[in-house]
T-cell receptor
Framework: QQQVKQSPQSLIVQKGGIPIINCAYE??????FPWYQQFPGKGPALLIA?????SEKKEGRFTISFNKSAKQFSLHIMDSQPGDSATYFC???????????????FGTGTKLQVIP | EAQVTQNPRYLITVTGKKLTVTCSQN?????MSWYRQDPGLGLRQIYY???????DKGDVPEGYKVSRKEKRNFPLILESPSPNQTSLYFC????????????FGQGTRLTVV
């Protein structure tokens, strides 16, 4: 059972464009939504994360938009650069108030290519 | 430098030959996990450990074993590998807190022929 659905599977944009990656979740108990970035030959690394008490979070050129009622969230990359070419995973888990170990459920990943 | 170290990075083996992939972290994290990454399926959790001698199944545990005898080490054991276990494997560690950042190793590309 896939609890976090991610789209598109792949995305090609030109430098300066704004790629958007979308994710939808089913489990209403999720309250922590991180995004991980993975470069070829490397493990995923945390990029940015959001809690559902805010609708948007920005860190540099990366923005998460969150729609709690629709159970959807998305990653926008402003002024994308070739160095942003990577695979991006959305994820969800129960958050800091849940206590103990909370399993992270990952989306299926989006391979982004930013062409010069 | 804080890191999660996996070995080997690449491994080709034959069906049925037992193998172990090692994982070690130097951040004193309580939580450790193993994932496999397959095209179109994302990262799926195999096993996780909340502390020494405390392990539990993830989403796809069949055909795998783990152990946690020391806090820093969390080896993944394939007792009788099969071709459907050909995949990219990642070990991850987290500090003892819900919603804490997962730190991943560099990955182990396993091919079972």
């Amino acid at each position: 059972q896939q609890q976090v659905k991610q789209s598109p599977q792949s995305l090609i944009v030109q430098k300066g464009g704004i790629p958007i990656i979308n994710c939808a979740y089913e489990n209403t108990a999720f309250d922590y939504f991180p995004w991980y970035q993975q470069f070829p030959g490397k493990g995923p690394a945390l990029l940015i994360a959001i809690r559902p008490d805010v609708s948007e979070k920005k860190e540099g050129r990366f923005t998460i938009s969150f729609n709690k009622s629709a159970k959807q969230f998305s990653l926008h990359i402003m002024d994308s650069q070739p160095g942003d070419s990577a695979t991006y995973f959305c994820a969800a888990s129960r958050g800091p108030n849940s206590g103990g170990y909370q399993k992270v459920t990952f989306g299926t990943g989006t391979k982004l290519q930013v062409i010069p | 430098e804080a890191q999660v170290t996996q070995n080997p990075r690449y491994l080709i083996t034959v069906t049925g030959k037992k193998l172990t992939v090692t994982c070690s972290q130097n951040m004193n994290h309580e939580y450790m996990s193993w994932y496999r990454q397959d095209p179109g399926l994302g990262l799926r959790q195999i096993y996780y450990s909340m502390n020494v001698e405390v392990t539990d199944k993830g989403d796809v545990p069949e055909g795998y074993k783990v152990s946690r005898k020391e806090k820093r080490n969390f080896p993944l054991i394939l007792e009788s590998p099969s071709p459907n276990q050909t995949s990219l494997y990642f070990c991850a560690s987290q500090r003892k807190s819900a919603a804490s950042e997962a730190f991943f190793g560099q990955g182990t590309r396993l091919t079972v022929v």
